[in-house]
């Protein structure tokens, strides 16, 4: 979709034409309120779905929202709108400031989880310091979503802000002897010492992961080629390749390839 200039001034003439409020036309949208308020004021322009909604919500069409093309909004044109709960998608700068804002306006959305409260947002993953070979692992890029009520516990995996420096991280606290520790879990990084220098933004509650980074970590790494060249340097006696004594062999080699893998000597 195409947003002309004037995007902003039709949205906001609809809603009030409709006589909805920011917030009760966010409801029926399912986005936040200050979202409507972005939209109006020209700050970020609505997603396919959103967009949909949006129309939808004010008796109109995506066209006319977006170029001004086709009828105008008609109140005997609203449709009810299905929306789930969405919660924002912040940057790790935006979470350092996350006790000096009211509410999040996010640079992305996606759908809260299961009785999530209000206040959950959710961040990507910036490096390789969670990222394990074994065991619950946090890749490069994937989402993790946090809620900032959740109280903090020895083993939960946390946001933070350092308060000496303001930097935010994303590491699993361990708290031994009354001693408070940020723990990576890529073996190549090492522990923190941070005593209670630091502020909670949030414990992670729900780890989102595309299949995509594990299939690159482990095309990147040479796993998946050392496992297909283990798997095929027998030659296959085509005459019995689907003998039951054969697969049975084949199978076995594959669960002994991938336990390999899985403890990474290969």
Known sequence: MNFDESFPRRVSMARNAIGLTQSELAKKVGIVPRQIAAYEGGEARPRINA?????????????????GIGDPPNIAHVRSTITLPLIPVITFVQAA??????????????????????????????????????GISFPDGSTVIFDPDADPNNGDFVLCKLNESDDVTFKQLIIDQGKHYLHPLNPRYMNMPVNKNISIMGVAI?????????????????????????????PVDMKNEFSPEHIAQRLDRIESMLNKLINKDV
Request: hydrophobic share 40%.
């Open 51 to 67: 967009l949909h909604n949006l129309a939808a919500a004010l008796g109109t069409t995506p066209e006319w929202l977006t170029s």
């Open 206 to 234: 729900e780890l989102r992961n595309e299949l995509s980074h594990d299939v690159s970590f482990l095309s990147k790494s040479g796993m998946i080629s050392s496992l297909m060249e283990s798997i095929s340097d027998t």
């Open 97 to 134: 400031n996350l006790w000096r804002e009211d509410s999040i306006v996010g640079y992305d959305y996606i759908p809260a989880p299961r009785l999530a409260s209000e206040s959950v947002f959710a961040v990507k993953v910036e490096g390789d310091s969670m990222q394990s070979s074994s």
